[in-house]
């Protein structure tokens, strides 16, 4: 047999090779096929699925409540009085009559100087006004002798002389006077008292020591009982709160403080009064409160955070948070439970939340049911089953839970 041209031996070469590549391939897919799980026929709408379906959730009602959410200020406490004890008079201290840190009384001996010398001066000062009121009543007696003689036995420049007498002697028991208050002024301040009630400190003197005014203070005693407390208040702050004073609105505060370690202060505050001119820097005013301080909790120069809310708080309508959710646009929404078991999403206006619970201003009216929980399964329209809501610490007043045994 002739042999075929090399032309047709490649081209049938090439339909072989095609054939055979074809059933690789088919193969290949079969057994791929078969591999791979066969895939699932796509779910319904979870949310469509259960629409027919009525869904159990937790409802409760809004009901009004006292909204109270205090505001917080940064404030400092600071002495209503504190006094330098200043000697005013020198000498060496004979005694001290206090110990450091006590708590003294207006008026308490404190120090006791050396005062022989003060007491010599007064002796020599009461001896003066003797000795001018003795020749006060000799010149006396002899100007109203003066008076009374016949005008021809004496003369003018007599009569006058008698009287300047007079006149100069009762000068002098003026002045002994005032020479022995003096005397008695300085025996009286070598006796340093306390002219204030409060803590004192340190002593700079101690017995044997020489003091004097100009050697400076001898302790300090600072009032803590009652005591001050100040905070900022803002400009804007400030006019508000006198306009609605002379508008007549101005609600009562009260003033309560957490102490540096966070425990709350167990006394209220008074206003005390507030500062003559804001500041220049901060734009703010200061106010001053008032504080019982009996137990000494309250330390001048420390800072303690102040809580001021109505004594006689407002009532909104009020929801708890967990029935508040986020919308688009950053609004929030409650599922409102309808008179035929169907639920509606309303957007809200509400303020800040107090105790897990928030005010409602706006989108609500009192009665009304809403969706405490389960909303995440929820759509418009949707049928629900409502049950009583399980009580917890953010809806339950005093909630305690219990103790797994």
Not at 5 to 14: N, V, Y
Not at 61 to 68: D, G, K, P, S
Not at 332 to 357: L, S, Y
Request: charged content about 25%.
């Amino acid at each position: 047999m002739a042999e075929a041209p090399k032309e047709e031996k490649g081209t049938i070469g090439a339909i072989i090779g095609t054939v055979v590549l074809a059933v690789v391939c088919a193969v290949g897919g079969w057994i791929a096929r078969e591999m791979v799980p066969a895939e699932k026929p796509p779910v319904a709408n979870p949310m469509a699925a259960m629409a027919g379906m009525p869904q159990t959730v937790a409802i409760t009602n809004v009901e009004e409540r006292a909204y109270n959410l205090p505001e917080r200020f940064v404030a400092h406490a600071e002495a209503v009085q504190e006094v330098e004890l200043l000697p005013q008079v020198d000498g060496y201290i004979k005694e001290i009559m206090f110990k450091e840190g006590d708590i003294v009384q207006a008026g308490q001996l404190l120090y006791v100087l050396d005062d022989e010398r003060y007491r010599a001066v007064v002796n020599q000062r009461l001896a003066d006004l003797s000795a001018a009121e003795a020749e006060e009543r000799r010149a006396q007696r002899y100007f109203e002798r003066m008076e009374k003689a016949d005008a021809r036995g004496i003369t003018e420049k007599e009569l006058d002389d008698a009287q300047a007498g007079y006149e100069s002697a009762k000068a002098k028991v003026m002045q002994a006077k005032a020479n022995l208050v003096v005397a008695e002024y300085d025996l009286k301040k070598a006796k340093v008292v306390a002219p204030i009630a409060g803590q004192i400190g340190k002593t700079t003197a101690h017995l044997g020591d020489y003091v004097a005014p100009s050697k400076g203070s001898l302790a300090k005693i600072v009032q803590i009982d009652p005591i001050r407390v100040s905070f900022p208040l803002t400009d804007r702050a400030y006019i508000a709160w006198r306009q609605s004073q002379r508008a007549g609105t101005a609600r009562q505060f009260r003033m309560r403080l957490l102490l540096p370690d966070g425990s709350e202060y167990d006394r209220e505050g008074s206003w005390d009064f507030d500062d003559n001119q804001m500041s220049k820097e901060t734009a703010s005013i200061m106010m001053r409160l008032s504080f019982p301080n009996p137990e000494r909790l309250l330390i001048p120069n420390s800072y303690v955070t102040l809580l001021t809310d109505y004594a006689e708080p407002p009532k909104y309508p009020s929801i708890p948070q967990q029935c508040v959710f986020d919308l688009p646009g950053g609004n929030q929404g409650v599922w409102i439970v309808k008179d035929d078991m169907t639920v509606e999403m309303r957007p809200v206006e509400i303020m800040e939340n107090f105790e897990g619970w928030v005010p409602v201003v706006g989108g609500l009216e009192l009665g009304e049911r809403i969706v405490l929980s389960g909303t995440s399964k929820l759509g418009p329209g949707m049928k629900v089953v409502p049950v009583a809501p399980t009580a917890n610490d953010d809806i339950t007043p005093g909630y305690v839970p219990p103790i797994d045994e």
